[in-house]
């Protein structure tokens, strides 16, 4: 697919659990590949520590999450236990 579309971006989407594991593959599929990478993500749970954090924002091109004002789940585990999520958050509060 990659050599039928040289110029594709990558665009990923995942919910929750999935959304986490999401970015660890849109990180491997950037080194791989080397292609503007874009992640849709809906839930995810914190997954990074602040260095892991940066390092995904200054490798993936674009992440959005989308986190709805009452799951718990975008919210554990506890920042106050050192966990970050990287990029930007878009609060649904519907």
Do not use: C
């Not at 039928?4 to 590949?33: D, E, M, Q, V």
């Not at 924002?57 to 004002?69: A, E, G």
């Not at 009452?70 to 050192?82: C, K, M, Q, T, W």
């Amino acid at each position: 697919m990659i050599q039928a579309h040289p110029t594709a971006t990558i665009l990923t989407t995942g919910h929750s659990l999935g959304a986490a594991l999401l970015i660890i593959a849109a990180i491997r599929l950037k080194a791989k590949y080397n292609k503007t990478t874009v992640i849709h993500n809906f839930g995810s749970p914190i997954l990074a520590n602040p260095a892991l954090a940066q390092y995904i924002n200054t490798r993936i091109d674009t992440i959005y999450r989308l986190v709805h004002n009452r799951d718990i789940v975008p919210h554990l585990p506890p920042s106050a236990f050192g966990y970050h999520h990287p990029a930007y958050e878009v609060l649904w509060n519907e």
